[in-house]
């Protein structure tokens, strides 16, 4: 989405679906209701799910593209890998909210990646990329 210069704004479970095909599984990206034209520079005005919103949105009222993805993508992989506790970041930022300590290594390392609570700390989404974590071995796979 960004390298096509759009900004979501909502990522969360419920916008997110997986497509079985013959080639494998596919993510498809729904609901663009809050989505924008992605810029340099940061945002004022916040519009999407306030339990997925990065924490400088609260502490300086301004938010950037592509960490508050990437906080949103952790928030996402906080609630797949959990599976017993709904996110949120007020929360999270409050320690009220942990990274589970029974997941794998890896499995935490990308959590703390992406939920780093400063966003100049956090993964930028080629980091993620990158990682053996999201290695594919898929056929027509482009990565």
């Known amino acids: 989405m960004h390298t096509m210069e759009m900004f979501h704004r909502d990522l969360k479970l419920e916008n997110i679906l997986i497509q079985t095909t013959s080639d494998g599984p596919r993510v498809r990206i729904i609901d663009f209701g809050c989505g924008c034209y992605a810029k ?3 945002y004022h005005s ?8 990065p924490p400088e949105l609260f502490s300086t009222y301004s938010y950037e593209a592509v960490p508050t993805t990437v906080w949103q993508l952790g928030a996402v992989l906080f609630e797949l890998l959990d599976g017993s506790i709904e996110f949120d970041t007020k929360a999270f930022i409050r320690s009220e ?20 609570p400063h966003s100049d ?3 930028t989404l080629e980091q993620i990329w990158e990682l053996p974590w999201l290695s594919c071995s898929c056929v027509n796979c482009d990565k």
């Open 97 to 116: 909210v942990e990274i589970n300590d029974e997941l794998s290594q890896e499995s935490q390392d990308l959590l703390n990646m992406c939920l780093a």
């Open 40 to 42: 340099d520079g940061p």
């Open 121 to 123: 700390k956090r993964a």
């Open 46 to 53: 916040f519009s999407g799910t306030s339990a997925f919103a």
